[in-house]
C-alpha cells in the first residue's frame, strides 16, 4: 500500500506564508509527477502546481509568482511554498503522486488525506 500524508496547513493572515509537505511511503519503486490541487466548497479540485520527478514544473494562473512547488526525490516528498496569501486561497489542499509500487506495476495516482488552509484576519 502506499500512503501520501501532508503536513503544514493552518490559519494564516492575508499576506502571510504557509509551507505545505506531502510525504509518500509504502511500496514505492518510482514517483512520476507530484503535485498539489485545492478543493474550494462545493467546487471541483483544481490544479495548483506538479512537478515532474525531472523536476519541470507547472502552475495554476492564480498561483504564479506566489507559490512554489519543489521535491526531494530520495524522500519522496514535494513541498508547496504559499506566500502573499490572499483569502482566495483558502481551501483543502490534496497532495497527489503518480506512483508505480514495483517495475511490473502501472502508475497509479495516489492521493493524501488533505490539510485545511485558510486566510483570514
Known amino acids: 500500500q502506499v500512503q501520501l500524508v501532508e503536513s503544514g496547513g493552518g490559519l494564516v493572515q492575508p499576506g502571510g506564508s504557509l509551507r505545505l509537505s506531502c510525504t509518500a511511503s509504502?511500496?514505492?519503486?518510482?514517483?512520476?509527477?507530484m503535485g498539489w490541487y485545492r478543493q474550494f466548497p462545493g467546487k471541483e479540485r483544481e490544479l495548483v502546481a506538479v512537478?515532474?520527478?525531472?523536476?519541470?514544473?507547472v502552475y495554476a494562473d492564480s498561483v504564479k509568482g506566489r507559490f512554489t512547488i519543489s521535491r526531494d526525490n530520495p524522500k519522496n516528498t514535494v513541498y508547496l511554498q504559499m506566500n502573499s496569501l490572499k483569502p482566495e486561497d483558502t481551501a483543502v489542499y490534496y497532495c497527489?503522486?503518480?506512483?508505480?509500487?514495483?517495475?511490473?506495476?502501472?502508475?497509479?495516482?495516489?492521493w493524501g488525506q488533505g490539510t485545511q488552509v485558510t486566510v483570514s484576519s
Open positions: 509504502g511500496s514505492i519503486f518510482s514517483i512520476n509527477s
Open positions: 497527489v503522486g503518480d506512483v508505480k509500487s514495483s517495475g511490473h506495476d502501472p502508475r497509479i495516482t495516489r
Open positions: 512537478i515532474t520527478s525531472g523536476g519541470s514544473t
